[in-house]
Structures are given as C-alpha cells and as structure tokens.
C-alpha cells in the first residue's frame, strides 16, 4: 500500500564511494522529484522528471545523476561522495503536468558520508 | 531564487492552546502548500491553496492564501501531543519553494 518508497532507509559509507538510492511510486503519478534535506531542515528540490524526461535540475554537483527507468521509478546515484552529501534524500511525485502542486513525499533516506 | 521566511521557527505550547505560523515572500506564488513532517519521516501535505484570499479547512487545521499571493498563515486550533512536529509552507510558481519549517511542541 505505500504510494512512495525509497531504498535504502539508512546509508552509511565512506568518502569518494559511489551509492544509489531507489525511489518507486504506485500513485500512477506522469512526474517525481528528489529533494535534499540538511541538518537543518531545508527542503531544496533537487530533480525533476516527467515521464522519463528531466525537467528541473537545480543547482547540483555533476556526481549526481537521476535515472528514471520508467515513470514510477526515479533512482539517484551519487558519484565520489563528500562529506557534505550527508543529508536526509527525499522522492516525492504528483499528478498531472509537470511541476504541479500536491506532492507526495516518501519516507527519506539518510546518507551519511564518513 | 525565491525564498519563503516562515515564522516563528519553533513554538513550545501547552495541549489545548491555539497555534498560529505564516510564511511571507517578496514573490508570488501560484499556489501555496502546507506540510507535516513527523520524526523520520518524510513531509505529508495537510493543505494546499490554489487561489487568492482562500480559506480552507482541514479538521482543527485552518490555513489562506494571502491576497497579495505573497504570504500564508497555519492556524491550528486546540492543540493535542500528537500536533508535535515539523511544518512547512511550501509555495509553487514552477517549482515548489519549501519554507524554513515552523516545529511545534507540545506540552501535555
């Protein structure tokens, strides 16, 4: 029954590995995103993708990079982490065209980098 | 980019109260969305707003859309423990804008 869920929950590695974390929707939803959250609590969006295609690629290092291989999946893999990565990675999707408002978030992932 | 400041950045209450957060911008938005976010969990959306001057009601959640399109306000009446969390305004004009986040705690 969950509409978003992502893999792994918890990630801990060390500095300049090379991770993926895996987000799935079953909402039938056509765009999903991932957003960053820091120790702070900021949510900042990171992608966007709408049926299979990049929409929003904010500003983030190169060593990210999203793949979606269908509409209901959209991995992140993260290249050489840093320290800095540490943070907790949020999927979300929604409905309709892209950028549209109600978002549904999944359940996080916290990377920890060492 | 656009910045949402959301205020008060936490708030310590006794269960009963009445609670009231806004976020303010100096651009506008096309939509304003408040969220949840419990401990370990991901945001969970209580409100979304789709016109100026709208009110809307969820339970003991009640939350506008400012005329200007530029600022929002969360009022949570009657306040029970299990309000204890993290929200957040989140505004959209081609992307989703999230606020600093309000946490709520509240004293039983």
């Known amino acids: 029954d969950t509409a978003v869920s992502q893999t792994p929950k918890y990630l801990v590695t060390q500095m300049g590995n090379d991770k993926s974390i895996k987000c799935e929707q079953n909402?039938?939803?056509?765009?999903m995103y991932w957003y960053k959250q820091d120790s702070k609590k900021f949510l900042k969006i990171m992608f966007s993708y709408n049926n299979k295609e990049l929409i929003i690629n904010e500003t983030v290092p190169n060593r990210f990079s999203p793949k979606s291989p269908d509409k209901a999946h959209l991995n992140l893999h993260i290249n050489s982490l840093e320290l800095g990565d540490s943070a907790v990675y949020f999927c979300?999707?929604?409905?309709?065209?892209?950028?549209?408002?109600?978002?549904?978030f999944g359940p996080g992932t916290r990377l920890t980098v060492l | 980019g656009q910045q949402l400041n959301q205020s008060p950045q936490s708030m310590f209450i006794q269960e009963g109260e009445d609670v009231s957060m806004n976020c303010t911008s100096s651009?506008?938005?096309?939509?304003w969305l408040w969220y949840k976010q419990d401990p370990g969990e991901g945001p969970v959306l209580l409100i979304a707003l789709y016109k100026a001057g709208e009110l809307t009601s969820n339970g003991r959640l009640t939350a506008q859309f400012g005329i200007t399109r530029k600022d929002s306000f969360l009022n949570i009446s009657a306040s029970i423990p299990s309000d204890v969390g993290i929200y957040f305004c989140a505004g959209e004009f081609n992307m989703l804008t999230f606020g600093g986040g309000t946490r709520l705690m509240v004293k039983p």
């Open positions: 651009s506008i938005f096309n939509t």
């Open positions: 979300a999707s929604s409905q309709d065209r892209p950028l549209t408002n109600e978002q549904f």
């Open positions: 909402l039938g939803h056509d765009t």
